[in-house]
């Protein structure tokens, strides 16, 4: 397996300015900091973690619709940042993004099929019959008749106007989708149909998916590898079998024993961890490890050094001192 | 491409829904119309729709409506009450038909604030677009426009025309350049809402570039309250206009307007209240017309104000 996109020592700060006359910049919000990853080909990495955790953040990194502070994005062998507009005008085709609003997605005053054709549009095809073709055929795709072209966006529920968005991103036959909680804003019953659809569409196209989400079932669900973000910072990569299977950083353990267990036989058994307080100010983190100021094994390293992210086992980091202190 | 299990693992259910919906959208349509709609079911935009209907017929067809020549003199006809001698709205100090003279006044009134609120609409878009979209130049834009700001509005209008000398062209520029930093606030509120929205982002991700962004996501987006401004903007402007050759700084008579017919009649207040009366009330139904018509339009067209209701 080739690495399709590869980012390293990837991150992004907010300057926060306080107010008042002068405009001080005060300490940067450490939105992803130092993060480095890859995405194989054909693969869906799921993406998950509290909500401020920058997993949406990361996600915009990735098809540059915000700028690294640092780092780089190797894409498909080629290094994609710092190009201009022009530059990156080809790498675009090949990233798309599906959001997580159905409602603020669509622009309102546009119809489906001009807002499926505009990717094509921007790209140089004229707005013909081959066009339009194209566009019916993609809404077959996501599962919309095709009449559902000359409809504006208020006409459709949450999960119609999902695969409106959905349609739209792969109108220009991307290799790369990043999928920001696209299941999130929608019904229960909605989400699995939209997270089948994305299955689908991944084995017919040849997707690579970024599956960002906070609801763990649903990236179990659809992911093949699971990456766990907290404070900006990945602390656990690895196959979704072994994350799920055996989580080995205390965040981790904490956020899948928090999944309720609909067996009232099997819950309760196991080691539940629990995890009190509220994620710290990307602002201001902690020194050392994140996660300290939360974790039931904190040690008084955890408090001056920042782990790095070691394997374990092989295709399994963890980012946790408990890892090299128990080898030790 | 459409292959066949694909079919099959997605469930027809979701599909249900949309054809039912669709029933019932049969009857629904575009975005304008149902906008157009409403809008005539609001009582009150009904009403100022009326009322600005009064002005506008009268001002276009001045020329066709009127016989007398609202600007020579005739001191035979001097002081006529409303009624007599075949004068409708009588006669003033120097003897013109005072229906001429608020008919062409009307004229006037709708040229100069047409005119204001179309270079509105052009520069107030785009000064305020190029704010709030290239956040580099907000802060040099919208400092100037404080500044502008910062004078009441009509005594910055004064200001320029007195040092312009008056006159129907010089008396719109003012107004413009008083209030088009108004305008252009009010796009950059919503431009800075708009760049936001993730519909924007997929463009962006799209690889569109500024003047497509601006052009198809924000601008039509930013549509409406920019027409509901500029509605009120509109009566802003006539009063102004009025205010300024009230003070001799509009038009420059005999060329009648509001203001200025107004102005005379002043002195004739006891003798012939009508001089004064008859373009005061053209002047509040156009106001109060277009008022009307702003409410309703930002009644319908501003969703913040419906979700209150």
Redesign the interface.
């Given at each position: 397996m080739n690495p399709l996109i590869e980012f390293s020592g990837l991150s992004k700060h907010f300057p926060v300015r306080s107010g008042g006359l002068f405009r001080r910049t005060v300490t940067p919000l450490r939105a992803v900091d130092d993060v480095s990853l890859s995405i194989n080909s054909g693969e869906t990495l799921g993406l998950v973690g509290e909500s401020g955790c920058g997993k949406s953040t990361l996600g915009?990194l990735l098809?540059r619709?915000m700028e690294p502070t640092e780092g780089s994005i190797r894409f498909d062998g080629q290094e994609i940042t710092g190009l201009n507009?022009k530059a990156?005008?080809p790498h675009?085709?090949a990233?798309?993004?599906v959001?997580?609003?159905p409602y603020?997605?669509?622009?309102?005053?546009?119809m489906v099929e001009d807002?499926v054709m505009?990717?094509l549009l921007?790209?140089g095809a004229k707005p013909d019959a081959d066009s339009r073709r194209l566009v019916g055929?993609m809404l077959?795709?996501v599962?919309?008749?095709t009449?559902?072209r000359d409809?504006?966006p208020?006409?459709?529920?949450g999960?119609?106007r999902q695969r409106v968005?959905i349609a739209?991103?792969l109108i220009?036959r991307p290799r790369f989708v990043v999928c920001d909680e696209p299941v999130s804003a929608l019904d229960v019953s909605?989400q699995a149909?939209i997270v089948?659809?994305l299955q689908?569409l991944q084995t017919?196209l040849g997707l690579t998916y970024l599956f960002i989400a906070h609801d763990l079932s649903v990236v179990k669900h659809i992911s093949d590898r699971v990456a766990v973000m907290y404070l900006g910072k990945v602390v656990e990569v690895a196959d979704k079998r072994a994350i799920y299977a055996s989580p080995q950083h205390p965040y981790t353990q904490a956020l899948i024993g928090a999944v309720p267990v609909l067996n009232p036989r099997v819950r309760g058994r196991g080691k539940r961890q629990r995890i009190s307080g509220d994620i710290p100010s990307a602002l201001n983190p902690p020194s050392g490890c994140r996660f300290h100021t939360r974790c039931p094994h904190v040690m008084p390293i955890c408090k001056e050094t920042l782990p790095p992210l070691l394997e374990t086992a092989p295709g399994h980091g963890v980012a946790c001192h408990l890892m090299t202190q128990t080898r030790a | 491409m459409n292959g066949p299990e694909l079919v099959a693992v997605r469930p027809a259910a979701d599909d249900a829904p949309l054809e039912e919906e669709f029933e019932v959208a049969a009857k629904r349509q575009a975005p304008w119309r149902m906008t157009v709609r409403r809008l005539f079911r609001h009582r009150l935009f009904l009403m100022g729709l009326c009322l600005c209907s009064i002005i506008l017929l009268a001002g276009v067809f001045a020329q066709l409506i009127t016989t007398a020549d609202p600007v020579r003199l005739a001191m035979r006809w001097r002081f006529r009450a409303p009624g007599v001698d075949g004068f409708v709205f009588g006669t003033d100090n120097f003897g013109r038909s005072l229906w001429a003279r608020v008919v062409f006044g009307a004229q006037l009134s709708l040229y100069i604030g047409f005119s204001v609120v179309l270079l509105n609409a052009v520069f107030g878009t785009l000064i305020g677009a190029a704010a709030g979209y290239f956040r580099k130049l907000d802060n040099a834009l919208m400092r100037v426009n404080d500044a502008m700001m910062a004078f009441p509005a009509i005594l910055l209008a004064i200001a320029i025309t007195a040092v312009l000398g008056a006159s129907t062209f010089n008396a719109i520029l003012a107004l413009s350049i008083v209030y088009i930093p108004r305008t252009a606030r009010i796009v950059r509120a919503s431009v800075i809402v708009l760049r936001e929205m993730e519909y924007v982002q997929a463009a962006v991700a799209a690889g569109a570039g500024h003047w497509r962004i601006l052009r198809r996501h924000i601008l039509p987006n930013a549509m409406a309250p920019l027409i509901v401004q500029l509605s009120f903007l509109f009566a802003y402007a006539v009063l102004s206009e009025a205010t300024l050759s009230f003070l001799g700084l509009g038009a420059v008579p005999p060329t009648p307007t509001w203001g200025n017919i107004m102005a005379e009649g002043r002195q004739y207040l006891v003798e012939a209240p009508w001089i004064i009366t008859i373009p005061g009330i053209a002047l509040m139904i156009t106001v109060m017309g277009l008022n009307l018509l702003g409410d309703g339009l930002r009644d319908v067209l501003d969703p913040r104000l419906r979700i209150q209701q």
């Amino acid at each position: 397996m080739n690495p399709l996109i590869e980012f390293s020592g990837l991150s992004k700060h907010f300057p926060v300015r306080s107010g008042g006359l002068f405009r001080r910049t005060v300490t940067p919000l450490r939105a992803v900091d130092d993060v480095s990853l890859s995405i194989n080909s054909g693969e869906t990495l799921g993406l998950v973690g509290e909500s401020g955790c920058g997993k949406s953040t990361l996600g915009r990194l990735l098809i540059r619709l915000m700028e690294p502070t640092e780092g780089s994005i190797r894409f498909d062998g080629q290094e994609i940042t710092g190009l201009n507009a022009k530059a990156m005008r080809p790498h675009r085709k090949a990233m798309q993004i599906v959001f997580q609003d159905p409602y603020g997605a669509l622009n309102p005053r546009m119809m489906v099929e001009d807002i499926v054709m505009e990717p094509l549009l921007i790209h140089g095809a004229k707005p013909d019959a081959d066009s339009r073709r194209l566009v019916g055929e993609m809404l077959k795709l996501v599962g919309l008749p095709t009449r559902a072209r000359d409809r504006f966006p208020h006409e459709f529920s949450g999960g119609q106007r999902q695969r409106v968005g959905i349609a739209r991103a792969l109108i220009l036959r991307p290799r790369f989708v990043v999928c920001d909680e696209p299941v999130s804003a929608l019904d229960v019953s909605v989400q699995a149909q939209i997270v089948n659809l994305l299955q689908d569409l991944q084995t017919e196209l040849g997707l690579t998916y970024l599956f960002i989400a906070h609801d763990l079932s649903v990236v179990k669900h659809i992911s093949d590898r699971v990456a766990v973000m907290y404070l900006g910072k990945v602390v656990e990569v690895a196959d979704k079998r072994a994350i799920y299977a055996s989580p080995q950083h205390p965040y981790t353990q904490a956020l899948i024993g928090a999944v309720p267990v609909l067996n009232p036989r099997v819950r309760g058994r196991g080691k539940r961890q629990r995890i009190s307080g509220d994620i710290p100010s990307a602002l201001n983190p902690p020194s050392g490890c994140r996660f300290h100021t939360r974790c039931p094994h904190v040690m008084p390293i955890c408090k001056e050094t920042l782990p790095p992210l070691l394997e374990t086992a092989p295709g399994h980091g963890v980012a946790c001192h408990l890892m090299t202190q128990t080898r030790a | 491409m459409n292959g066949p299990e694909l079919v099959a693992v997605r469930p027809a259910a979701d599909d249900a829904p949309l054809e039912e919906e669709f029933e019932v959208a049969a009857k629904r349509q575009a975005p304008w119309r149902m906008t157009v709609r409403r809008l005539f079911r609001h009582r009150l935009f009904l009403m100022g729709l009326c009322l600005c209907s009064i002005i506008l017929l009268a001002g276009v067809f001045a020329q066709l409506i009127t016989t007398a020549d609202p600007v020579r003199l005739a001191m035979r006809w001097r002081f006529r009450a409303p009624g007599v001698d075949g004068f409708v709205f009588g006669t003033d100090n120097f003897g013109r038909s005072l229906w001429a003279r608020v008919v062409f006044g009307a004229q006037l009134s709708l040229y100069i604030g047409f005119s204001v609120v179309l270079l509105n609409a052009v520069f107030g878009t785009l000064i305020g677009a190029a704010a709030g979209y290239f956040r580099k130049l907000d802060n040099a834009l919208m400092r100037v426009n404080d500044a502008m700001m910062a004078f009441p509005a009509i005594l910055l209008a004064i200001a320029i025309t007195a040092v312009l000398g008056a006159s129907t062209f010089n008396a719109i520029l003012a107004l413009s350049i008083v209030y088009i930093p108004r305008t252009a606030r009010i796009v950059r509120a919503s431009v800075i809402v708009l760049r936001e929205m993730e519909y924007v982002q997929a463009a962006v991700a799209a690889g569109a570039g500024h003047w497509r962004i601006l052009r198809r996501h924000i601008l039509p987006n930013a549509m409406a309250p920019l027409i509901v401004q500029l509605s009120f903007l509109f009566a802003y402007a006539v009063l102004s206009e009025a205010t300024l050759s009230f003070l001799g700084l509009g038009a420059v008579p005999p060329t009648p307007t509001w203001g200025n017919i107004m102005a005379e009649g002043r002195q004739y207040l006891v003798e012939a209240p009508w001089i004064i009366t008859i373009p005061g009330i053209a002047l509040m139904i156009t106001v109060m017309g277009l008022n009307l018509l702003g409410d309703g339009l930002r009644d319908v067209l501003d969703p913040r104000l419906r979700i209150q209701q």
